[in-house]
């Protein structure tokens, strides 16, 4: 008993002209949504996807960032002979004490001043990390005043093309090469070697230990063991664990996406509530013919909804188009916890997009509904003697 | 023709109109549009409604065909007293029983002619082959078969008329109105407009009820009716 759906989609595109300031406005809500939603899915992916499952992150207790972490030398010798811990063929336990430092650096283009997050590694904890490869130059040699930095980091700050170097701490560190974190949080970091790291920047005490265990069970035991242990006030947890509790930083923006949406949404209802009134206004007779045919007020308004809908839906694929425009594009913000440079990619994720449409048909449909019931209100007669 | 005489005295009147009024209440006036009128129109006729503007002719004819109450008196069609039915049933019963034809031909402007033709049939539990082949026919009928693919704003004011005509006869309603149906035509596609119409009532056995002030058109109905302030006037 319905209304061909063509009958709809054709309504809504034979007056493109008239719509189309509604379907741009639909489409600049859902561009906003979209947008600030694949920020934070960004975000969440540079921190959900760090890690290695099997690893163990060591930190002191209440420190909200690796690099707020002071473990002293003492609990490092305690804790490396731990039989939980995985040894090398050579019997040596795998284990890699770090050193994080901020540093302030100038990005390029004199675009003023921001922290960049250092990590003094070991050996043993590029092992751990295998997410992070080169992708050009080499790796730094012990004692030679040697940095890799990260190439999407390398893009934004001054003097970290290959062979440039900049004055940190006591020491002129050389760039020998840069780093891929595989869109992990290791791609807002800047690697250098662990000791010379605690040299320079005259630090007695590590930050964090990563570990290796020899099994789950021994993982287990071994969180239990330094999180029970009196002599220590030390925080363990698995390694993507950590990483993903800060996740808790996207929240914000996803918070401003929805808010932002939302008070915008209002706006394109009522552009979409006008553009439907003038719609229905316009063709009051060919309503009043299509009761006259035996359509009931159901029909007609099911038949407007569904134009409505699919107006704002061409809004919303705009949006979305516009949105996806951004995928992939790298940008950086403050990290909550450590004001450093954190880089990420926008993620237009399908689920995002799924989202973003069905919003603007939400949109689309509340616009209509006050204009559609006005039109199957008209009596037939009254609909009919309209010019 | 004598057959069919026989036949319509035989038959119950298709139409049985009695002590129809129709008052409209325009703040402190009223305006009596329907002045007590009683009227039994056979079936098969081609009956014309006649009248000066503001006479009451559009007004019968949508009670006629259920489109409007009367403000007292009865209305039967086929037996059925459509002043008693509620918006739904009438919405039902003008989808079964009437087929309507208007001045400005009322064609949804975003389908083309064979989907306008159609769009009455979406309202039965026809099949779409069912569907496809009546409107063919209907088509034919009015001899546009050829131009379906066609939107209304790409045919004549005659051609979209005939489009309409096939729109009301697809249904194969018993009744057929139409409201000075050749009002915005040239003298040539009104002929062709009328000449259809006459056929309907004289080879389909349709009853057609036609309003027109032009008594040239008025010369294909079989029968002619003429309306002074709301009341007939023979
Ligand atoms: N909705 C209405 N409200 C008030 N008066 C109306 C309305 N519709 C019709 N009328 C009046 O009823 C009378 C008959 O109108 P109508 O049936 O349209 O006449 P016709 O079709 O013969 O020109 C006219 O005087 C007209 O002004
Ligand atoms: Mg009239």
Redesign the interface.
């Known amino acids: ?4 759906v ?2 709809s989609f ?2 809504a595109l ?1 007056r493109w002209r008239s719509t189309l300031a509604t379907v741009l406005g639909i489409a600049l809500v859902v561009f906003v949504f979209v947008l600030l939603q694949s920020l934070a899915a960004g975000i969440e992916k540079s921190s959900g996807n760090t890690g290695d499952p099997r690893n163990i992150l060591v930190v002191r207790k209440g420190a909200t960032a690796e690099s707020a972490s002071l473990i002293s030398r003492e609990n490092f010798q305690q804790i490396q002979y731990f039989e939980e811990i995985a040894r090398t063929e050579r019997g040596e336990p795998i284990i890699s004490a770090d050193v994080l430092v901020l540093i302030n650096l100038p990005r390029r283009n004199n675009g003023g001043e921001a922290n960049v997050l250092l990590r003094g590694v070991t050996p043993r904890g590029m092992e751990l990390r295998p997410q992070v490869s080169l992708v050009a130059g080499r790796w730094f040699t012990p004692g030679k005043r040697e940095v890799v930095v990260s190439a999407k980091l390398a893009r934004r700050f001054a003097n970290f093309d290959l062979g440039e170097s900049f004055r940190s701490g006591s020491a002129q560190l050389t760039v020998v090469g840069w780093l891929d974190g595989g869109g992990s949080a290791f791609d807002s970091e800047c690697w250098l070697d662990a000791d010379e790291a605690r040299a320079i920047f005259e630090r007695d005490m590590y930050s964090s230990f990563l570990i290796r265990p020899k099994d789950k069970v021994s993982g287990t035991n071994l969180i239990a063991r330094i999180e029970n242990d009196r002599r220590f006030k030390l925080k363990a947890e698995k390694e993507v664990e950590y990483y993903r509790k800060q996740t808790m930083t996207a929240a914000p923006i996803k918070w401003l996406g929805g808010f932002l949406a939302v008070m915008m949404s209002v706006g394109a209802v009522f552009a979409a509530m006008n553009t439907m009134y003038a719609a229905v206004g316009a063709r009051t ?2 309503i009043g ?8 007020r159901r029909a007609v308004v099911v038949a407007l909804l569904i134009e409505g809908g699919f107006l704002a839906f061409l809004g919303g694929g705009l949006g979305c188009a516009l949105a996806f425009y951004w995928n992939g594009y790298t940008t950086a913000t403050l990290g909550f916890e450590t004001f450093s440079e954190i880089v990420f990619q926008f993620r237009v994720t399908p689920l995002l997009v799924i989202e973003g449409l069905f919003f603007a048909v939400i949109v689309g449909v509340i616009g209509t509904l006050l204009p559609a019931v006005r039109a199957s209100r008209l009596p ?2 009254v609909a ?1 003697k309209s ?1 | 023709m004598f057959v069919r005489f026989m036949a319509a005295e035989a038959e119950e009147p298709i139409v049985q109109i009695r002590e129809l009024f129709k008052v409209y209440q325009q703040g402190e006036i009223n305006v009596t549009a329907l002045n007590g009128i009683s009227l039994d129109i056979a079936r098969g006729e081609f009956l014309t409604l006649m009248g000066p503007s503001g006479s009451g002719k559009s007004t019968l004819l ?1 009670i006629i065909a259920g ?2 109450r009367p403000s007292s008196g009865s209305c039967h069609v086929q037996g059925i007293d459509v002043t008693a039915l509620n918006e ?1 049933e009438l ?2 019963w ?3 029983n009437v087929g ?1 034809v ?1 001045q ?1 031909f ?1 064609l ?4 083309t002619a064979y ?1 306008n033709v159609e ?2 049939l ?2 039965t539990r026809l099949s779409s082959g069912e569907r496809r082949r009546q409107v063919q026919t209907a088509l034919e009928l009015v001899g546009l078969a050829d131009r379906q693919h066609h939107l209304p704003r790409q045919l004549s004011g005659g051609q979209e008329q005939r489009v309409a005509i096939a ?1 009301a006869l697809v249904t194969d309603p018993s009744l057929i109105v139409a409201d000075e149906p050749t009002g915005n035509l040239d003298s040539h596609s009104a002929q062709d407009v009328l000449t259809i119409l006459q056929s309907l009532s004289r080879s389909a056995g349709k009853t057609v009820i036609m309003v027109t002030h032009d008594p040239k058109a008025a010369a294909y109905g079989s029968r002619s009716v003429h309306l002074e302030k709301g009341e007939l006037s023979n």
Do not use: Q
């Open positions: 008993m319905a209304l061909p063509r009958y054709r309504n034979v007779r060919e013919t299509l009761r006259v045919l035996g359509f009931r037939v007669i009919l010019v | 949508h489109v409007d739904s919405a039902d003008r989808n079964h309507f208007f400005t009322n949804i402007p975003v389908l989907e769009l009455p979406l309202l729109r």
